[in-house]
């Protein structure tokens, strides 16, 4: 949808689109960056491990340079910035955001608001980020343990103060998240005493990074079923040393021929990274079927003892985690893949769900051995739009 629109229709686009809870998902919209692996935190959740004692930081040059390159592709619209916490890295992310800002793109800072120490304070920091159009704040047991609440009503209220939209993102439990009385009365909770943001958006934990190792056990419903579900959010994010990885749940170490890792933005441009990573059968997969679908070839192939076996109901992220760093696992998926039924149904259920129409025209181009796209019609044909969409 926004991808026909220019970036400033599709700024007040995306704003209202977050706000009316409609989810802005295409792979070829967004991008990200970690500013910084370093964090005055130590969350037991984190998914990248970021701690006060990580050095790793991205070269501001690079950063600019890398945002213009991000400028000259005409589909990205939207641009995330986030650590570790970006708050730590105050020049860089100010002249990020400036930069972002000339080409007119819709800017999120993620943080945890550790900053917000009073409310004079909260306002002094949001408003020298001029470009900055959407806050949001991490709110759960684990980050409180370190940030009291104030500081999140701090924020919030500073960003409405200069009209940035406000989301307070809050991490549970995924017992607590299947709750749905419970979740809705924290959320509501959360509304009164962070300042009434735009939006409060939840999430369960992860069994990622730190996460994996520090979660209470005690908390966690583990069991043998393989979680369902799509890949919640791929998004393009460079790292500091400018590893991009599919999405903002991947931090180092990660295996060179992990796919999540997807290229490196010191060593190819951008665009290149970013057309790979989205004519990525496997990758794809996992957004039209989900790492179960992996799993299930793994299974198939007799590659059931790598699996980790025991998994939180809806903990996508974590079994896409499992699959993917096994090198064996990774290989059947990819052999799986070279079934052009399954193609098919991949390529039909992205145009499908998130009007995506590269795998269409892909299937096109192998049917017709390699025709020219250029010869081609712009649309999917009636012939490849003829397979089965999911319920
Ligand atoms: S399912 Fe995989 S690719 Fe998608 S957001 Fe989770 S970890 Fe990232």
Redesign the pocket.
Known sequence: MISSMTRREARSYIRQALIDDRAVNRVDESAGFYLTQKCPLRCDHCYIDSHPNRTERMEQRELLAWIDELAAIPSVKYLVFSGGEAFLEREMLAEALARAASYDFFTTVITSAYWARDPAIARREVERLAGLSHLIVSVDQPHEAFVPLPHVRNAVLAAKEFGVLSTVGIGMYASEHADAAYRQELIGLIRVYCGQPDRVVSQQFEL?GRGARQLSPARLELSGQFPGGT????SPVVDTDGSVY??C??GPPVRRDDP?LVGNAREEALGAILQRQQADWL?QL??THG?VEVARQAVEAGLESQLGGRYESGG??AL??DV?SKPAIVAASRQALQDRKLRREIAVRRFAIYGEEQMLKLLEVDATEQTPLAARSESPSKEVLQAGVPP
């Open positions: 990622v890949c919640p959010i791929m599919t999405c749940g991947i999540h990758l996992l957004r790492p996508v992220c896409c985690h993917l």
